[in-house]
């Protein structure tokens, strides 16, 4: 699977705007924690205590979890996932 | 540990919050002319600088005061304007090098920041922290005044 | 009195004469300020019917009561007048400092009436005001215009002024202040020239005076907490307006090639983060703004340097995926160019990307693209199309009449995206129905910012509604259109309301004048203007017809990408928003609706 990081989440990859996945995880919360352990200062971004960040907007093939199933949205091995910052309006 | 009033022009979005607040600090209404802070900004260049008054340790609008309306009081930082001394002869807005006290018509006294008695509204109201209300080192007071002194050069008050 | 000037200014340019009166207190209790006394005396003073480019529309320029305090991010003007682009009432806000200098000159609004013989500018200093030759003027571009009328005037004057774009009547011109800061949309640029026009120079000296000072300074500061404590306000801070393209182009809903599609898979080249990377020099605020949306640019590719402010979003998507273009330094140039010609820069790009739709499409003759090659993608022609139509040379002077009319010239005015022949915007309406509804339904013609839903529909800010659901989007319309008229005739930015709601705005106000507002009157001033609005509209000749949008978005579903199959579904909107706004099946305000809003 496709992870895309936007905004002011991509310095928190240091820098990295696109990568493949390479262990298919089956939602998203899953795949979030997995993104969050491997780079710590991403992970604290991502979640408030168990909770995905309020200022958050996950995408899953263009359309947000908040319209699919949350952070429990199942994930197939081809999908694209974009993390978001709330940020920006004009 | 006395605290100066520290500029960054190159955080400065010129928004002017800062001579709102020093307005309505001093006066409860809105007028800039009233404001001992002001901000000039050059649009090609998009670039902002607010200035006050810094509290010169050697005060040329001392100096030139002949009742020494404008004093220091020893030890402080804050160079101080005593009103009722003040004859309105206006020496002090000719003697000042950067032009950081300038004589209002409205309230018939010379202006300068005189720090809102140690809680500055400016510092205060400045959403980018252009202005800071910081501890006085020696580090700090030197960027100041160089700071200060390049833009004695790169404006001119008419 | 407190919080507004109490002098309203009216020059009549054909006779040179000038006068005064006081502004009518009843009026500004119930319309504020800005955008609704401008709408107010303009609908009040005007014929409907009357030709936008005569001596007979009017020209009202008008600040708000914030305008000039330290109301957070409030110190914007409004201009009023009848859109030569559109035909029906054109609204343009803007920033800077001119509404500041506006109320610190003593007025709460300046109206010009006729036509000046010769070209002249205006001068205002506090009482005294000059009307002067601008012979020498005429022609310079913006920035020189405004170096050149401070240093006749004062030189820290505010400045307003019209480039060769008004000049030359280009239907979408602009009004410039502070040179970057842009009174866009609807051609008041162009009613400006008409008029013979330049420029407008304020100094003030007065002071904006206050009722309850510590109830003002307590709203202000809770309301900053609010903004600084905002993700969307806070964001903007750092980036600007352009961060948008990469989540509306992940949405699969940035439109691309004149609304031939949804998706642009270049579009990180023309994002924020690109901007902020590689050629912001600082960030900027307007008056009393604690946002600083504001990006001072550098081009550094020499094809295309240059420095300047912008481009927003809506430029940058203009001159970027709508065309096809994927180079930031020709957008930010041709952006560069909008503000210095005096332009429209959403207009500009969206008839450039009709242009080359028709060209592509085999309609345009050869012998008509004036030398240019006209093809999407094409990086330079952003730059050298923008400058043939503010300067009406070749091709640019039929485009200069906006996409609608080139689009008519030719035989196909389906290819222009527009509502009420003024262009639409940056987010595709197939894609997120709400702002398809405000398109269609925008008094001022297609535009998304006077009802800027896509706070809730795609950015995430507080309330999340799925883009894709018509259920409930009516009212989220309503209540979005409502509440930015409000703060627009407040002299408010609305991107104060990332953060800022009803309550806070009321508060502020309460305290400034005197008057007591609640959060219900504060809205309901803005669903009065909203109607008054309508109502010119009407009598000059719209009706429900013309809340439409263009074929394409109802017809053509979007072609690639995640909303890949998707339509707009505005026709199925309507009937409840007309219902929910008081008006009758065609979209006129009943008699109960006009007295309850005290218009009738």
């Not at chain 3, 309850?212 to 709203?219: I, M, P, S, T």
Request: contains cysteine; hydrophobic residues 35%; glycine residues 10%.
């Amino acid at each position: 699977m496709t992870v895309k990081y936007f905004g002011d989440i991509r310095p928190l990859t240091g820098g990295i705007k696109e990568e493949e996945w390479l262990h298919p995880e089956p939602e998203v919360r899953s795949l979030l924690k997995a993104l969050g352990q491997r780079r710590p200062a991403l992970g604290k971004r991502l979640f408030e205590g168990d909770q995905l960040s309020s200022t958050l907007i996950v995408l899953v093939n263009g359309r947000s979890i908040d319209y699919l199933n949350g952070i429990e949205t199942p994930l197939q091995p081809d999908d694209i996932v974009d993390v978001f910052p709330v940020e920006g309006g004009g | 540990m006395a605290k100066v009033l520290m500029i960054h022009p190159d955080k400065c979005t010129g928004c002017q919050n800062c001579m709102l607040a020093c307005s309505l600090h001093h006066e409860g209404q809105f007028r800039m002319a009233a404001s001992r802070i002001h901000v000039y900004t050059w649009e090609r260049e998009g670039f902002s600088v607010p200035m006050m008054c810094q509290q010169c340790d050697t005060a040329s609008c001392m100096k030139v005061c002949p009742t020494s309306a404008l004093h220091r009081t020893t030890g402080e930082l804050l160079v101080e304007y005593d009103k009722s001394k003040c004859i309105g002869c206006h020496m002090c807005t000719i003697a000042c090098p950067f032009g950081n006290i300038v004589y209002d018509s409205v309230s018939g006294i010379p202006q300068k920041c005189d720090t809102c008695g140690g809680d500055p509204s400016c510092a205060k109201a400045c959403p980018s922290q252009a202005l800071e209300w910081v501890d006085d080192t020696i580090s700090v007071r030197n960027r100041k005044k160089s700071y200060a002194a390049k833009f004695k050069e790169a404006f001119q008050e008419e | 009195m407190n919080g507004w000037s109490g002098t309203i200014l009216r020059i009549n340019l054909s006779t040179g004469a000038i006068s005064r009166q006081p502004s009518n207190k009843n009026d500004l209790a119930l319309f504020l300020g800005a955008r609704g006394l401008g709408v107010k005396i303009f609908t009040d003073e005007v014929d409907p019917r009357v030709d936008p480019l005569s001596p007979e529309n009017k020209l009202i320029f008008a600040p708000g009561p914030f305008s000039g305090t330290m109301a957070p991010s409030a110190g914007r003007y409004h201009v009023v007048a009848k859109s030569p682009l559109t035909n029906g009432i054109a609204g343009a806000n803007s920033g800077g400092v001119f509404g500041a200098v506006m109320k610190y000159a003593g007025y709460d609004g300046l109206i010009f009436e006729g036509k000046a013989d010769k070209p002249v500018y205006v001068w205002i200093n506090d009482d005294k005001v000059e009307i002067r030759d601008a012979a020498h003027l005429w022609g310079k571009w913006v920035p020189d215009t405004t170096d050149a009328v401070r240093a006749e005037t004062d030189a820290d004057a505010s400045v307003a002024c019209i480039g060769p774009a008004g000049e030359k009547l280009v239907l979408f011109a602009s009004i410039q202040n502070e040179m970057h800061r842009s009174a866009g949309r609807g051609g008041l640029g162009a009613v400006m020239g008409s008029k013979n026009l330049k420029a407008i120079a304020f100094r003030g000296t007065k002071g904006v005076r206050v009722a309850d000072v510590k109830g003002l300074q307590d709203a202000v500061f809770a309301a900053r907490a609010k903004l600084a404590a905002n993700p969307i306000a806070q964001g903007l801070n750092r980036h600007g307006t352009e961060i948008l393209v990469n989540i509306h182009n992940e949405l699969g809903c940035l439109p691309t090639r004149n609304y031939q599609d949804g998706h642009f898979p270049t579009a990180d080249k023309v994002g924020g983060e690109t901007l902020t990377k590689d050629f912001l020099v600082r960030k900027k605020g307007c008056f009393s703004c604690v946002i600083s949306c504001g990006r001072v640019t550098r081009v550094k590719d020499p094809k295309y340097a240059g420095e300047g402010e912008g481009p927003e979003y809506e430029a940058g998507w203009g001159y970027g995926p709508d065309c096809g273009v994927d180079n930031l330094s020709a957008v930010t140039k041709a952006n560069h160019l909008c503000n210095e010609l005096g332009m429209d820069s959403i207009t500009a790009p969206a008839t450039i990307a009709c242009v080359i739709d028709l060209a592509e499409a085999g309609l345009l003759p050869a012998a008509d693209f004036d030398g240019l090659d006209i093809r999407w993608g094409n990086a330079e022609l952003m730059v050298e199309l923008t400058k043939r139509i503010g300067l009406r040379q070749g091709i640019g002077d039929k485009a200069a009449l906006g996409s609608y009319r080139f689009a008519e010239l030719y035989g196909h005015p389906e290819y222009s995206m527009s509502v009420k022949k003024q262009e639409i915007p940056a987010y595709d309406a197939r894609g997120i129905q709400g702002i398809g509804l405000e398109y269609a339904t925008c008094n001022r013609g297609g535009c998304h910012v006077k009802g800027y839903t896509i706070a809730v529909e795609t950015l995430g800010n507080g309330m999340r509604l799925d883009p894709r659901e018509i259920k409930g989007k009516p009212a989220v319309v309503k209540a979005f259109q409502d509440m930015t008229a409000a703060v627009d005739a407040s002299g408010g930015c609305i991107f104060g309301t990332f953060g800022m709601v009803a309550d806070d705005f009321a508060a502020m106000l309460s305290a400034l004048t005197g008057i007591h507002y609640s959060p219900e009157d504060y809205v309901r001033a803005g669903e009065r203007i909203w109607n008054l609005e309508r109502q010119f509209n009407l009598k000059a000749g719209f009706t429900a017809k013309d809340d439409a949008l263009p074929e394409r978005l109802y017809k053509s579903p979007i072609q690639t990408g995640p909303s890949k199959g998707l339509v707009s579904r505005v026709p199925e909107m309507l009937p409840e928003y007309y219902s929910l706004r008081g008006w009758n099946e065609e979209g006129v305000p009943s008699p109960e609706k006009l007295q309850e809003l005290q218009l009738a």
